[in-house]
Structure formats: structure tokens, C-alpha cells
Antibody
């Protein structure tokens, strides 16, 4: 059974940094396209970033230059390094696998709150 | 960026009703469209991909159709567990974008 478990969320001040993790089981992160999708409180879904199995990465304009997606193959874990955080980055962050252009497996999400 | 517009934003329906949600893309996306169901406090769940393919394990009362710019999600006979918010998502090009959501509420 595929499981994706996100950790690392919390309360952080504007301008601060946070690293989210997504540990996978029953699934090989490095063999799949992996994404982060976020959802601000009471709002819709927003794609944030993707890392291809080959290592290429892409970002939404709203986070480009501030967020970095990466993975540790030995730990079968996906990461999202978030720097220069802003109030508008407050959201639940989900990791999800992107298979043939559809998000087929999702984690339960981790809440990031950016506030002073 | 490709904008995805869903309608209606919300719909009130009764158990057993047929419910149709539409999604329009700001430019043609072929059949690169997926539909998701999200319940409060939970992650989205994939229902339909490639516009009309049913994800494994999803009940057959859910169906999708369309291509190009106009798409529909139909629930043929609404069940109590179907009350949720539904999102479309285009997969034609980055950035991947979602519709704003349609909330299906109990009438």
C-alpha cells in the first residue's frame, strides 16, 4: 500500500525558513514524478513544484527563487525547502505523486502558518 | 497560464439526484484533465483522469467527458458520501492549474 507522510509544518515568522519532508512507503520516490500542492485556509488547490524522476525541477511563479524541491533516494523522501516565507505562503502543503499528469497518491498534508 | 473555471461554485442536491459540474479551460488542453474529490480536513482524491477514465476503485456513478476546452463531471445518482468539494485540474502544461472548486451540499 502506498503511503506518503508529510512532516515539518508549523508556525514561522515572515522571512523565515522551513523544510517540509514527505516520507514514502510502498512507493519509490526516485522512480516517480513527485509534486507539492498547497491549499490556503478555505481556498482551492495550488500546484507548487515538481521533481521528475530524472531530477528536473519546475516551480510555480509564486514560489520560484524561494522554494527548492529535492529528494533523498536513500531515505525515499521528498523535501520542500521554503525560504523567505510570506504570509501568503500559509497553507496546508500536500506531497503527491504525479503519474501520467494526474495526482494519484496524496499525503495527509502538513500546515504551514507564516505569522508574526 | 491556463485558467480553469468551474461552474457552479456550489450546488444543493438530494440523495439520488444527478449532478453535473462543468469545467472550462482558457485554452485547449486536449483531454489532459483530471477531477478530484475533497472532503473537509482530507487530502484530495483522484476520481477521473484523461477527461473520462475512471480511477481504479472509484464508483461507476462518477463519469467524465469533454475535450478541448469544455469538460463535465457527472454523478449519476448522488450518495451521502459524495457530499464534498470537487476540483478539475489541467495537465496539459505547466504550471498545472486547478479550478476554484464546486461544493456539493445537501439539499
Amino acid at each position: 500500500e502506498v503511503q506518503l507522510v508529510e512532516t515539518g509544518g508549523g508556525l514561522i515568522q515572515p522571512g523565515g525558513s522551513l523544510r517540509l519532508s514527505c516520507a514514502a512507503s510502498g512507493f519509490t520516490v526516485s522512480s516517480n514524478y513527485m509534486s507539492w500542492v498547497r491549499q490556503a485556509p478555505g481556498k482551492g488547490l495550488e500546484w507548487v513544484s515538481v521533481i521528475y524522476s530524472g531530477g528536473s525541477t519546475y516551480y510555480a511563479d509564486s514560489v520560484k527563487g524561494r522554494f527548492t524541491i529535492s529528494r533523498d533516494n536513500s531515505k525515499n523522501t521528498l523535501y520542500l525547502q521554503m525560504n523567505s516565507l510570506r504570509a501568503e505562503d500559509t497553507a496546508v502543503y500536500y506531497c503527491a505523486s504525479l503519474t501520467y499528469r494526474k495526482f494519484d497518491y496524496w499525503g495527509q498534508g502538513t500546515l504551514v502558518t507564516v505569522s508574526s | 497560464d491556463i485558467q480553469m473555471t468551474q461552474s457552479p461554485s456550489s450546488v444543493s442536491a438530494s440523495v439520488g439526484d444527478r449532478v453535473t459540474i462543468t469545467c472550462r479551460a482558457s485554452q485547449g488542453i486536449s483531454s489532459w484533465l483530471a477531477w478530484y474529490q475533497q472532503k473537509p480536513g482530507k487530502a484530495p482524491k483522484l476520481l477521473i483522469y484523461a477527461a473520462s477514465s475512471l480511477q481504479s476503485g472509484v464508483p461507476s456513478r462518477f463519469s467524465g467527458s469533454g475535450s478541448g476546452t469544455d469538460f463535465t463531471l457527472t454523478i449519476s445518482s448522488l450518495q451521502p458520501e459524495d457530499f464534498a468539494t470537487y476540483y478539475c485540474q489541467q495537465a496539459n502544461s505547466f504550471p498545472l492549474t486547478f479550478g476554484q472548486g464546486t461544493k456539493v451540499e445537501i439539499k
